[in-house]
């Protein structure tokens, strides 16, 4: 990426050589300029000076590349809220399973191009006034990249991506679960301790752990599992078990597959999210 940057170099290069030519004040080879002018005589000087830095000095003192916090062995470390969102998904599983992208590398480089130009004006003989102005060209650039990985399996969150889709999914996980809660009531009030009351109020359990970590899944992070991905089909057969569930109960499925990610996070996708 590169920022807006002025003015641009060939003016820059231009107004230089024009200062070259514009020398107004007599000189004689290998002798400094006198620094006061005669009354009447001006004197307008300019150099180029370029500079480049592709390190910098870390905390501990040594020399580290600029892009060293872009370098991660996931690429899913470089986005807020994967801890989250892998903590949301081992209660809703049960177990823990490693949500990640391939390793990144970040390469970045940063230079400028400063011309002073200076004006020289003698007032008196022995009076001169000056002005310099620095004319600086800056160009910071940028790159992430993403090497594949065939244990990846996150991609850009759907509530990014499919609001709509997300917000209907929550919304009738919500339903069922209300309705789970209506029925375990109704049954336990009925028989307390029996069979039935224990078997409502487990899916009732079930049902406040997965709404729960669904809502916070798909607010937690920028990522999300991707379709046909290990946890992807983890998550899709735990909501398979509770509707399952629910209908042995008597009530009705919470209906269609939570959305996941299209596919797997790549560069074009993380750099978009940045």
Known sequence: ???????SLPRILGIAGLAICLVVAPSSAQTLPDPVLPQGAARLGGGAVFHDWRERFGVDGTREELGSDLTRPSAAELVPGLERLQAEFTAMLGSGLPL????STGLIS??????PLALDVGILDRV????TVPLVQSTLEADLRVAADDQADLGVNPGITARESVAAYLQS???RASEADAAAASVCGQSPGSAECSAATA????LTVVVGGLFSAYSASALFPASGTPAAEALLGRMAEIDTALQDQGLAAVGGTPPLA????????LQALF
């Open 203 to 206: 899916l009732l359990d079930d």
């Open 128 to 131: 001169t006034i000056g002005v």
């Open 262 to 269: 299209a596919a797997v996070a790549g560069r074009a996708d």
């Open 1 to 7: 990426m590169r920022p807006t940057t002025r003015p």
């Open 110 to 115: 940063y230079n400028d191009v400063r011309v």
């Open 100 to 103: 990640r992208l391939g390793p």
């Open 173 to 175: 996980l919500s339903t």
